[in-house]
């Protein structure tokens, strides 16, 4: 639902509150309707007691209009313009995608600048964009964090080890103030170690035959092995 709202003076006769209107591609809405309201200047229509709802990405035209006191016999009334907003219906928070490294993969790098997409259609709200990495929050006066045509860019203080899981949450939100409320979180993995080769059978220094078979046995306890 949303509050549209007009600014509607006149500094002579007044305005004829009985002819103040709201058009929408909806239907017309005058004084009389609950959902038009009219104090101190400011015509509002607000859509939900209208009933009125919409998707994300649709888009609506609400337009104003009025005329003031002067009577006919006078060469009244005086008709105001008839002026329009439009509105696009941005309902969702931005889109997070990992860039590098991907989410639940694998890295080998020491020194890993991480990249994130954070785009909306409508707009990042840049201020609000924070990154959390190891209980720390960084925000773009970090200079550990920089945002820059829809990438978010973000160096480690410290380096990796083997082993490490990197879990990341990204916070932010769009121009119509859709947050991503609970963050988004993801994570991946550091593999420094090579795979092990064990368990040759048979043994070393065997006297093997025709047609016997050497086996040994290959094992990675990180990435897996690239058959």
Request: charged share 15%; aromatic share 12%.
């Amino acid at each position: 639902s949303v509050t549209v709202s007009f600014i509607i003076s006149d500094y002579g006769s007044g305005i004829d509150t009985t002819s103040l209107a709201i058009e929408t591609s909806s239907g017309n809405y005058n004084i009389s309707s609950p959902a038009v309201t009219f104090t101190d200047s400011i015509l509002s229509f607000d859509s939900q007691v209208a009933d009125l709802y919409w998707s994300i990405g649709d888009t609506a035209t609400f337009c104003a209009r009025t005329e003031d006191l002067v009577l006919s016999s006078q060469c009244g009334p005086n008709y105001s313009d008839t002026v329009c907003t439009r509105v696009i219906f941005d309902l969702s928070p931005p889109v997070v995608e990992p860039i590098t490294p991907e989410a639940e993969s694998y890295t080998s790098c020491s020194e890993q600048e991480i990249v994130a997409m954070v785009w909306d259609p409508y707009g990042v709200n840049i201020d609000s964009l924070r990154l959390v990495y190891q209980a720390t929050s960084y925000t773009l006066s970090s200079p550990e964090l920089d945002y820059s045509d829809s990438l978010l860019y973000f160096t480690p203080p410290d380096a990796f080890s083997d082993g490490d899981t990197v879990e990341l949450t990204i916070y932010g939100a769009d121009a119509a103030g859709n947050s991503l409320a609970d963050g988004y979180t993801y994570s991946f993995f550091v593999d420094q170690s090579p795979p092990e080769i064990t368990g040759n059978s048979p043994p070393e220094n065997s006297t093997v035959g025709t047609g016997d078979t050497l086996v040994f046995t290959l094992t990675d306890d990180g990435s897996g092995i690239n058959w």
